[in-house]
């Protein structure tokens, strides 16, 4: 039975994420979902919980954490509620951690919440030290069958990572869309495809259709959209190079630009 972990904070976007990944679910593959709600013990007025009184804390979350689970039941997959004191992005790694989670799902924004940095900041957390994999679900986003699949990568493809690529490509009988983003300005884009080229027949062990694309753009996360924008993808890949190519995102809030302004759920796959 596989575990997945589904952070919330009550809100329609996490919703969102949760109902995705029942959506997602095989008929034919049983699974648990760990629904968790992380806490720094205050609370203010913009807070979606109301207390009650005599109540405390823990008791106000869980009973949260059953009428959001109860809103979206499926009696199917069963559910487990955790309530966890500290910050969101730590508390969600180490329960991910700690209950060998086969993935972490994530809603990602509202419509009204464009500009979210402490979405940001967590989701971003979460992606470059999760040892699972993290979806990461547009506001609005429904589950469908993963028919073009956008991977972006270096030339150095983990070979763990990929393993999960090509199972999930031969799941869904996906064409996969290999971009690589040249950020340098150089013309001579043949080195890095032929490299490229190279590594995915080596580690690609189906018949699954690809193509390799090479661009240019000012920065990683503009070429991702830009690709996006031209070929609509059903689900975006994220394939770190050992932590290099994630950290390049990081470094200059791009995982953030990516999520927010991705059309389709973004997949960061672990780079160890």
Sequence with gaps: MKT??????FSEVSQNALKYLLASLQDDAPAKIILLHAYD???????????????????LVYDELKRFA???????????LVASVGFPANEILREAK????????????????VKDKVFGTVSSHVSLHAECPVMLIPYGADYRHYQNILVATESDIPVNSFLVLARLAEQHDSNLHFLHINTDGMDDFSEAEVKLYHRINHLLSTQQPYEIRIMKAES?????????????MDLTVI?????SFWERLIGLSHTRQVVLHSSSPVLVLPGK
């Design 4 to 9: 997945y972990l589904v952070p919330t904070d």
């Design 41 to 59: 013990g205050t609370f203010s007025s913009d807070e979606p919980l109301v207390f009650e009184p005599m109540k405390g804390a823990e008791e």
């Design 70 to 80: 109860d809103s979206v039941a499926n009696p199917e997959v069963p559910f487990e």
């Design 98 to 113: 700690r209950r060998s989670a086969d993935g972490i799902y994530m809603g990602t924004r509202s419509k009204h919440q």
């Design 220 to 232: 990683v996360w503009e070429g991702i959209i830009e690709y996006q924008t031209t070929y609509p």
């Design 239 to 243: 394939l770190p190079e050992h932590h």
